[in-house]
């Protein structure tokens, strides 16, 4: 079966301080990986995506993700911290392959502090 | 319309009524997915349609809930005999479906309150 983990429900970080969202992962087969976000008050946005190639993957507002596969991992960072970046963030995979829904982590709450 | 529409923003009702949610996903987007989030808790898939195929119901947690789709447009997700547990904000989603790219477009959602 497909899971992804974030471990952490809150990450604080100070304004132009580098950030990082853990998300590790449980699939068989290869791996699609996806981070979406909550802004208040709003609809999830896509961010960005692991699907091949380049483990680094860049998207949306200035983040990325690295591809780790063998620490089966898809953590999201971003170089310098906004306040506008805090929000929740969701790890997402793909249910199987073949298949065409997402299964969700639980989120993390980003708080970049002024 | 522009983005995906979810009625109502807000529903409260009382334990034992039936509800409907309604979704209006992005025109031409032939896949649709309802997603639940309870409070503190990520997101719970319930039901995906794809097209005229089979939907995949999967995720539904009990025969009280059902959803139907209407060719490629509007679909309703329907709650029978509701119970506090069924609160909870619930989220439509919509996505090309062709060449799947995994890109969902979500609506705000409908948040319930079942008292």
């Known amino acids: 079966a497909q899971s992804v983990a974030q471990p952490e429900d809150q990450v604080n970080v100070a304004e132009g301080n580098p950030l990082t969202v853990k998300c590790t992962y449980s699939?068989?087969?290869?791996?699609?990986l996806f981070w979406y976000v909550q802004y208040p008050n709003r609809g999830l946005q896509f961010l960005l995506k692991?699907?091949?190639?380049?483990?680094l993957v860049k998207g949306s507002y200035g983040f990325e993700a690295e591809f780790n596969k063998s620490q089966t991992s898809f953590h999201l960072k971003k170089p310098s911290a906004l306040v506008s970046d805090s929000a929740l963030y969701f790890c997402a995979v793909r249910a199987t392959t073949g298949a065409n829904n997402l299964f969700f982590g639980t989120g993390t709450r980003l708080t970049v502090i002024p | 319309g522009a983005g995906v529409s979810q009625s109502p923003s807000n529903k409260v009702t009382e334990k034992g009524k039936d509800v409907e949610l309604r979704c209006d996903p992005i025109?031409?987007?032939?896949?649709l997915y309802w997603y639940r989030q309870r409070l503190g808790q990520g997101l719970e898939f319930l039901i995906y349609?794809?097209?005229?195929?089979?939907?995949?119901k999967s995720g539904l947690p009990s025969d009280r809930f059902s959803a139907e789709r209407t060719g490629e447009s509007v679909s309703t997700l329907t709650i029978q005999r509701t119970q506090q547990e069924d609160s909870a904000v619930y989220l439509c989603a919509s996505s090309q479906g062709q060449g799947w790219s995994g890109e969902l477009f979500f609506g705000e959602g409908s948040r319930l309150t079942v008292l």
């Open positions: 699939v068989s087969g290869n791996p699609y």
């Open positions: 692991y699907i091949t190639g380049d483990n």
């Open positions: 025109s031409g987007h032939t896949a």
């Open positions: 349609f794809q097209g005229n195929s089979a939907p995949d």
